[in-house]
């Protein structure tokens, strides 16, 4: 996890006012000039949609959903929240928000076939990843944080992504949440507000709101000879 995630077609405005709404009016007016993938198919090296803590405001802004780290061998699209000290500097300098609608899972049990949507209970029409980005040459890239499921899905995957509750928000995007803090409780806020369904197996090239609806996988019948 997280390796696909449906955040759906927000404008730019409309996101503008999603930060209002969470952050008390502590947010730049600046929209950026491009503008997220969007979509019920993000994967990685999409570009997605990401807010992140500029000086005293939260800003709107484009991320890759991939980050190179020339500490790691390969790209990074998912950063554990227990490995710290790999990550401390981001703690300290690079955190993120990443809207989203819900993400997909493939459980090992159903097959490559029968992909899980996952979201959680909520007013908003959004919820948010934590997540870390990194800025090289005046181009950003980022990662979603991760950490041991609820019990509500331990059956589905073995990892979700932090997604923070309307309260955790603002200390996490200005720093005020330390590791030792987040280890405990970050993105544990939605316990028994999990929802899931199995949806269509997803094809390269997929695309709309139909891949997130319920879906009944045709059974399997044998033949006797």
Request: glycine share 8%; with cysteine.
């Amino acid at each position: 996890m997280c390796g696909k995630f449906a955040a759906g077609h927000l404008t730019q405005r409309e996101m503008l006012a999603i930060k209002e709404l969470f952050l008390s009016g502590k947010v730049s007016p600046h929209l950026p000039d491009q503008l997220p993938l969007g979509g019920y198919n993000v994967s990685p090296t999409d570009r997605v949609g990401m807010i992140r803590w500029d000086g005293e405001n939260a800003e709107l802004t484009t991320a890759r959903w991939q980050v190179k780290d020339p500490r790691s061998k390969k790209p990074m699209i998912n950063s554990k929240i227990e490995n710290v000290s790999f990550w401390q500097s981001y703690w300290d300098h690079g955190r993120c928000l990443i809207p989203a609608l819900g993400y997909y899972e493939w459980p090992k049990d159903h097959g490559h076939d029968c992909p899980v949507f996952i979201t959680v209970r909520r007013n908003a029409p959004t919820m948010f990843f934590a997540g870390f980005y990194r800025t090289d040459e005046g181009s950003h890239s980022c990662t979603i944080l991760t950490r041991k499921p609820s019990p509500q899905i331990a059956h589905i995957h073995n990892r979700m992504p932090v997604i923070l509750t309307p309260d955790e928000i603002e200390r996490w995007l200005s720093g005020v949440t330390t590791p030792q803090a987040a280890q405990q409780t970050l993105g544990t806020g939605y316990e028994g507000r999990f929802e899931y369904h199995t949806v269509k197996p997803i094809k390269r090239g997929a695309e709309g709101e139909e891949m997130i609806e319920p879906y009944t996988p045709p059974v399997q019948t044998g033949f006797d000879f």
